[in-house]
């Protein structure tokens, strides 16, 4: 994989990822409050569910072009502290990623499924800090990104 590729999947990836969170957080979530449950969380849950497969395929570029462009660069041992904080800030928003869709969305769309919205309610309580967390830690990554030389 050429570098320019590489680095041009990568910003992608992290547009993709970092972007959806902020949307979903300041965007999709105080819109949607305004809805009664019964309308809220299967928006959510839908919303939720298409940026959970995007996420899932931009995780995998963001990783695999990161581990090119590091292995292009010498290796870890040549690349600077800030690349050596961005990939464990990666791999720690990964696992984050993956829990999120593992356990409390699939806890949301089967709360949804049985219209029960006092759970699909606690589903999202536990998603909302996690995204949030992660948005957070996006941002940081990026802006080491931008100064990491």
Same mark, same amino acid.
């Given at each position: 994989?050429?570098?320019?590729?590489?680095?041009?999947?990568?910003?992608?990836?992290?547009?993709?990822?970092? /972007?959806?969170?902020?949307?979903?957080?300041? *965007?999709?979530?105080?819109?949607? $409050?305004? $809805?009664?449950?019964?309308?809220?969380?299967? $928006?959510?849950?839908?919303?939720?569910?298409?940026?959970? #497969?995007?996420?899932?395929?931009?995780?995998?570029?963001?990783?695999?072009?990161?581990?090119? $462009?590091?292995? #292009?660069?010498?290796?870890?041992?040549?690349?600077? +502290?800030?690349?050596?904080?961005?990939?464990?800030? /990666?791999?720690?928003?990964?696992?984050?990623?993956?829990?999120?869709?593992?356990?409390?969305? +699939?806890?949301?769309?089967?709360?949804?499924?049985?219209?029960?919205?006092?759970? /699909?309610?606690?589903?999202? *309580?536990?998603? +909302?800090?996690?995204?949030?967390?992660?948005?957070?830690?996006?941002?940081?990554?990026?802006?080491?990104?931008?100064?990491?030389?």
């Amino acid at each position: 994989m050429d570098i320019t590729l590489a680095r041009a999947l990568h910003l992608l990836g992290i547009i993709v990822w970092v /972007g959806g969170m902020f949307f979903a957080n300041f *965007a999709l979530r105080p819109a949607a $409050l305004l $809805l009664p449950p019964p309308q809220r969380l299967p $928006l959510l849950a839908a919303a939720l569910g298409r940026f959970i #497969a995007f996420t899932g395929v931009a995780v995998i570029v963001v990783l695999a072009s990161g581990g090119w $462009l590091i292995a #292009a660069g010498g290796g870890m041992s040549a690349m600077p +502290r800030a690349v050596h904080a961005m990939m464990t800030v /990666g791999v720690v928003m990964a696992l984050v990623y993956a829990y999120v869709a593992a356990l409390p969305y +699939r806890e949301l769309r089967a709360a949804v499924a049985r219209a029960d919205w006092s759970a /699909g309610g606690a589903a999202m *309580a536990r998603i +909302r800090p996690l995204i949030v967390a992660n948005l957070a830690l996006g941002v940081v990554a990026a802006v080491m990104g931008a100064f990491a030389r």
